[in-house]
């Protein structure tokens, strides 16, 4: 589990310097790449490791409710972002606090959740979950989604209808980032549907449920 965490983490940093000094259609790449490693990553860390922790810790929940602070942070930075326009000046500022909210969380968990979840349980528990958190890292939403609960069991019952909505614009979204310019028009209305779709799931109330108030979105 240790392992799979830090590989995730080493790509985020080369992911991080890749993005400096990017604009355009090759910062648009990036940020999708790096939302594609990210979100199912703390997603799966919601819904596997965290509630662990909340169970063999005594600090358990105070541990993990600052890191679900951050991950609900990087999601509303990401939906911001995602709403400007590339000129806006208000862009860069927001960028760079994304920049370094996603390398607070990564010290957060390698310096401190991460080792007290070792202290407390054995190598074969520990594979356990590192299994476990690779299945559901690989099927979770890829999108930022800041009204979904950061907590069971309203990210469950979100994972599988925002992770096909999520995927199937990522798949639009490459098509239309890399692509000669001709085909972007017939492709950002299917990737703007989309987003309205997802927008509609997830404000469904069963979403919410679980959440912790001081992870709550704003627009809820």
């Known amino acids: 589990m240790l392992t799979r965490q830090r590989r995730d983490h080493v790509k985020l940093e080369d992911l991080l310097e890749d993005l400096a000094g990017t604009t355009g259609a090759a910062q648009g790449q990036v940020l999708l790449r790096i939302h594609r490693l990210v979100f199912p990553?703390?997603?799966?860390?919601?819904?596997?490791?965290?509630?662990?922790?909340?169970?063999?810790?005594?600090?358990?929940?105070?541990?993990t409710l600052e890191v679900e602070r951050e991950h609900q942070?990087?999601?509303?930075?990401?939906?911001?972002?995602?709403?400007?326009?590339?000129?806006?000046?208000?862009r860069g500022p927001l960028l760079a606090r994304?920049?370094?909210?996603?390398?607070?969380?990564?010290?957060?968990?390698?310096?401190v959740l991460l080792p007290r979840?070792?202290?407390?349980?054995?190598?074969?528990?520990?594979r356990g979950l590192g299994l476990a958190w690779e299945v559901i890292r690989r099927t979770a939403p890829t999108r930022a989604h800041p009204v979904v609960a950061r907590r069971p069991p309203g990210n469950v019952v979100a994972a599988v209808p925002l992770s096909v909505?999520?995927?199937?614009?990522?798949?639009?979204?490459?098509?239309?980032?890399?692509?000669p310019e001709r085909r972007a028009p017939g492709l950002r209305p299917v990737s703007a549907r989309l987003a309205r779709l997802t927008h509609r799931i997830e404000h469904l109330p069963v979403m919410r449920r679980g959440e912790d108030p001081s992870t709550a979105s704003p627009g809820t």
């Open 41 to 63: 990553h703390a997603f799966a860390e919601e819904a596997v490791l965290w509630p662990v922790m909340r169970r063999v810790l005594p600090d358990g929940h105070e541990l």
């Open 73 to 90: 942070e990087v999601n509303e930075l990401v939906t911001a972002l995602e709403a400007m326009a590339p000129e806006d000046p208000a």
């Open 98 to 111: 994304l920049v370094a909210v996603l390398r607070e969380d990564v010290r957060d968990e390698e310096d």
């Open 117 to 126: 979840l070792q202290e407390k349980l054995g190598r074969t528990r520990l």
């Open 165 to 179: 909505l999520d995927r199937v614009r990522d798949l639009v979204d490459a098509v239309v980032l890399r692509g």
